[in-house]
């Protein structure tokens, strides 16, 4: 295993730029951790299937936004980097995301964030319910088993859903937008964690080694 060492010296913890390098790689850690969780679920007739799909594309989604603000709240320190500049399209296109208010990042990720994944909004989901439609066949919740623990509670899952397509105006079906959604997740994903990988080893130069594994 390779392994990138830490070179001390004094007063390191304490410098921008070593904690900056920390806080980005922790954003790495989480949006490619959760990435890999999503990518893992197979799809199946188990109704808590469902439920972590829906759950970690959400939280997904918050997280990429916070990946996004951060991105932006550093830039003054970012961009005197050679990375900033030598992939200035990609720079470009993940300010647009905090920049204008029709991207995806603040035109669905936002309300996410805000409103049902670090934030329960119960007024959020209730307006979800009002055009929702409940007939004596609309499930509560099921299992597959007599066991609590194992309940999914299908009715808050179909509101959430409800909640994150209902302004995508891209896609015609619900199917349509939820896929469109999670394919737009993924792509922005995928550029923050490439433009914040180079960044973050940019920054780790100024205070790291190689040590290569011998084999």
Do not use: C
Not at 51 to 71: C, F, K, N, P, S
Not at 90 to 102: I, N, P, T, Y
Not at 107 to 131: C, E, P, Q, W
């Amino acid at each position: 295993m390779n392994r990138i060492k830490i070179v001390p010296r004094e007063g390191l913890k304490r410098e921008h730029r070593f904690r900056l390098s920390v806080q980005l790689s922790r954003l790495i850690n989480a949006i490619q951790a959760n990435k890999r969780h999503y990518r893992r679920i197979h799809e199946d007739d188990d109704p808590t299937t469902l439920r972590d799909q829906i759950e970690l594309i959400l939280y997904h989604g918050a997280i990429v936004y916070e990946g996004v603000t951060t991105l932006a709240k550093h830039g003054r320190d970012l961009r005197g980097l050679a990375t900033w500049s030598r992939h200035n399209e990609l720079v470009r296109r993940l300010q647009a995301e905090v920049g204008q208010k029709s991207s995806f990042t603040q035109k669905y990720l936002k309300r996410i964030r805000n409103k049902v994944s670090f934030h329960y909004d119960m007024d959020a989901i209730g307006n979800v319910l009002t055009g929702l439609q409940l007939t004596k066949n609309t499930s509560f919740a099921e299992s597959k088993s007599k066991h609590d623990r194992d309940l999914a509670f299908v009715l808050a899952d179909e509101a959430l859903v409800h909640f994150v397509i209902s302004p995508i105006d891209e896609r015609d079906t619900d199917e349509a937008k939820w896929d469109y959604f999670q394919e737009k997740l993924l792509d922005v994903s995928d550029a923050l964690v490439e433009l914040l990988l180079r960044l973050t080893v940019e920054l780790a130069r100024d205070f790291t080694v190689i040590e290569e594994s011998e084999e």
